[in-house]
């Protein structure tokens, strides 16, 4: 990430700033705080707060120009009338940041008032959220037509114990959202699982990480025939990566994340239809939230054992690749009867399962974009949450909301096991098209033995085809925030 943040203790109005972002709540006037910056705009922020010019409605912005120094430009952005929390913060902040970036502003200051450390937390995630891009394959236009790109941003604050560690978390967060993001914008021939291979050693030597990949010798040493199968028909190397961040006491069970890293799924012989197939690049998301969040939780040296494991590969059609019919054997013993190659991310997982017992976890999640059927059940605004443990799943529902990442809780029950029951294998991969995103988490769930466990179906958040207003369209960096929110409730930050 190319931005850097500063706390500035700084009346604002002494500021010499090229821009300050004002964020206010719906239908704010001119307080005594406000009325020293309204002195060099000659009273023309008292005007427009009087006629409603700027009524302060969610994502609203009024552009005020000043003089050649001091606070130049004071862009106002309106944060809604609903309390003011860590997710309101971030919004407006992403939605300064991307009006500073049209601007062409190399500097903004960010200014909520009286806000506490949540607040300051969010103000600094949502600037780095507002303001990210991916311009690496593309070509830089004429010198005249170039405009800066926010590099600083200062957040005002008042001189309160925590603030400057509120902003180092966001910038922790922040950090981490910006590698998953990278990571899901890349195209499929530029991040390969060895592209999650070369970022796991990055992030192990940063933090003091250990790692552990696997590669298909291996894996078929240890007899992942599941995660192999959706490998068949790629001439890639299949990568498995493990990350393990020890922070707490030696004895404590960690924390297990794990992530489905189809760096490019054409659904293989069940191949998808061409149209928007380029999506399928974002199939990675759910590994690509681990390895955020392993960077987040390194950067905030958390005092708790997390354990990240992705699963990566490409589905591929070949005169190799696993058919439906076929019948797999997982490293559990259990056999798969493959019904449809393109629900191949659970195969992944369902090996990824198996392994994470051995680091006996407390407690184990999974994100992958794994689902359709759970972009028709709940659209693009939340994560389908489901598991076994309704007081583990609530936990990660409040990490969730806390992470501006909600979720909403789908039901396990047995009578939908019905729908995954093979006439030749112990399990198939699919049970239709009905509660599909249900069905596959019961698949899942039969790998799992031992460990609390929560699924994340993340297909309809992690990224999205549309411009959200506060960020682009493209990658979100959910789950990250899910993770990094749930570490630090159970390590007590």
């Known amino acids: ?42 009273g023309a922020l008292a005007r427009t707060l009087a006629r409603r010019d700027f009524r302060g409605g969610r994502d609203e912005t009024v552009l005020l120009v000043g003089g050649d120094a001091g606070v130049q430009r004071l862009l106002l952005v309106g944060r809604g009338s609903t309390p003011l929390t860590r997710t309101t913060a971030r919004r407006a902040a992403a939605i300064a940041a991307r009006q500073a970036a049209k601007l062409g502003m190399g500097t903004m200051h960010l200014w909520l008032p009286d806000a506490d450390a949540a607040a300051i937390e969010g103000l600094v995630v949502g600037a780095a959220a507002g303001s990210w891009s991916y311009p690496d394959l593309q070509t830089p236009p004429p010198e005249k037509d170039r405009r800066a790109r926010l590099t600083q941003v200062g957040v005002i604050g008042a001189d309160l114990p925590g603030l400057q560690g509120a902003l180092n978390a966001g910038v922790a967060i922040a950090e981490g959202q910006a590698i998953a993001k990278r990571l899901g914008q890349m195209p499929g021939n530029y991040c390969t699982p060895q592209t999650f291979v070369d970022l796991g050693q990055e992030i192990a030597q940063r933090h003091g990480m250990t790692l552990t990949v696997l590669g298909r010798a291996e894996m078929a040493a240890a007899q992942m025939g599941s995660f192999l ?94 058919k439906p019919g076929d019948v797999v054997r997982a490293s559990n013993g259990k056999t798969i009867e493959i019904i449809n190659t393109d629900a191949e991310g659970r195969l992944v997982l369902a090996d990824l399962l198996v392994y994470a017992k051995q680091f006996n976890p407390a407690v184990a999640i999974d994100a992958a974009t794994l689902t359709g059927a759970i972009v028709i059940g709940l659209g693009h605004h939340a994560v389908g949450v489901f598991g076994p443990d309704r007081a583990v799943v609530d936990e990660v529902l409040a990490a969730g909301s806390a992470a501006g990442e909600p979720g909403w809780p789908l039901p396990m029950w047995e009578e939908y096991r019905e729908q995954i029951k093979s006439d030749v294998a112990d ?14 988490a019961l698949f899942l769930q039969e790998f799992v033995d031992g460990y609390p466990w929560v699924h994340l179906d993340v297909a309809g958040t992690a990224y999205s085809q549309s411009d959200l207003g506060w960020i682009p369209k493209g990658p979100t960096g959910t789950p990250v925030g899910t993770f990094v929110e749930f570490v630090r409730a159970r390590a007590g930050r």
């Open 229 to 322: 199968c959706v490998a068949q028909g790629t001439s890639q190397e299949p990568r498995l990566v493990a990350l393990e961040h020890r922070g707490g006491p030696a004895d404590q069970q960690p924390i297990v994340l794990i992530g489905k890293g189809l760096c490019f799924d054409t659904g293989g012989i069940s191949i998808k239809p061409a149209p928007e197939m380029e999506w399928m690049k974002f199939d990675m998301m759910g590994a690509a939230g681990v390895m955020g969040a392993m960077e987040a939780i390194g950067r905030l040296q958390l005092p708790v054992n997390v354990v990240g494991i992705i699963g990566s590969t490409t589905n591929m059609p070949s005169g190799e690749a696993v």
């Open 1 to 42: 990430m190319s931005l850097s943040f500063q706390l500035v203790l700084t009346a604002p109005a002494s500021l010499e700033t090229p821009l300050l972002a004002l964020v206010l709540p719906a239908d704010a006037t001119l307080t005594d705080a406000l009325a020293p910056l309204d002195a060099p705009l000659h």
């Open 427 to 440: 399990i198939k991969n699919t049970g239709g098209r009905a509660a599909g995103s249900i069905t596959a």
